[in-house]
């Protein structure tokens, strides 16, 4: 015969079934559906909500994964140009003999649709891709790139002729580019350009007369609408300084150091008057 608390527990079902004893939203089957509920919701998050998320994240997450939860955040990711105006894939040098960065550059580019107005690589750019950005960012305005130890020369001077809106431009620990005229096809191709930043892996000595120490200083000495300009480690003498100083009348920040072939003489701190901001060669990092 069965006991009177199990017949209590069969009497309470039954109630529960009835709806006379609803269950409290602390019990575990509520608090499951609620669980599932949230993780639901973020399929069906509004595209305007999705968009603020997607641009508050890291690009480079972006392309790896956060545009792949599901069918409305993969179309938000790949086809809002507006998301990829701006560029930023810094900071990844972990992952450079891990993954493609370059082809996820150049992808990050195609998803503009020819809205991009600033790029900024790091081990993320090499010839290929910066003919594609030429290509692809006519109205590009900020471009850097660093590290990126597959860019040359003779692409990169072909590149940069096709952003005649560049206004900031970084090169830095990119050994391949800066000889052969260069900065002086910079100087024509862009003059709007207003900050520049070259910076090199270290500074060596070279006794070589073969050698024009000034070569990169004297295409610089071209962008004349420079009101920002970074050298470090350049091996610019003041020969190279002076016609900077002479040709760029508009600068306001000037930073030398490591660049230890300068030497500040009367005539070149006579020039450097005018420049509010000034670092020089023996001044630490």
């Known amino acids: 015969m069965p006991s009177s608390s199990s017949s ?10 009835l709806g006379r ?4 939203a602390t019990e575990p089957d509520a608090a499951e559906e609620n669980k599932e509920g949230e993780t639901r919701d973020w399929a069906e998050l509004p595209l305007d909500a999705i968009s603020s998320i997607l641009h508050k994240l890291d690009y480079v997450d972006i392309l790896m994964g956060a545009g792949q939860v599901c069918r409305s955040w993969r179309s938000s990711a790949r086809d809002e140009p507006e998301l990829w105006r701006r560029i930023d894939m810094l900071g990844h040098a972990e992952l450079f003999n891990e993954l493609n960065l370059h082809g996820m550059a150049q992808e990050a580019v195609r998803r503009s649709a020819g809205r991009c107005e600033a790029f900024w690589g790091e081990y993320a750019g090499d010839d290929d891709f910066l003919l594609y950005l030429g290509d ?5 305005k900020s471009l850097h790139l660093i590290s990126c130890n597959d860019v040359s020369d003779e692409e990169f001077t072909e590149a940069i002729q096709k952003f005649p809106l560049l206004e900031d431009l970084e ?3 990119c050994p391949y580019v800066g000889e052969s005229g260069a ?7 862009c003059p709007q350009l207003k900050r520049f ?3 090199r892996d270290g500074f060596y000595y070279l006794d070589s007369r073969d050698y024009d120490k000034d070569e990169e200083a004297l295409g610089i000495a071209t962008m004349h609408g420079l009101r920002s300009l ?3 480690g350049n091996r610019v003498t003041n020969k190279g300084l002076e016609a900077i100083l002479d040709n760029c009348r508009h600068l306001e920040s000037l930073d030398i150091r490591r660049c230890f072939n300068v030497k500040m003489d009367g005539t070149l701190r006579a020039k450097c008057a005018q420049i509010s901001s000034l670092r020089l060669p023996h001044e630490p990092n």
């Open 197 to 199: 930043r070259l910076n």
């Open 171 to 173: 090169l830095s620990l």
């Open 230 to 232: 970074q050298l470090s």
């Open 136 to 140: 692809q960012a006519p109205s590009l």
């Open 8 to 17: 209590r527990r069969r009497r309470l079902s039954r109630g529960d079934r």
């Open 21 to 24: 004893n609803p269950p409290t």
């Open 183 to 189: 900065f002086g096809v910079v100087g024509k191709a």
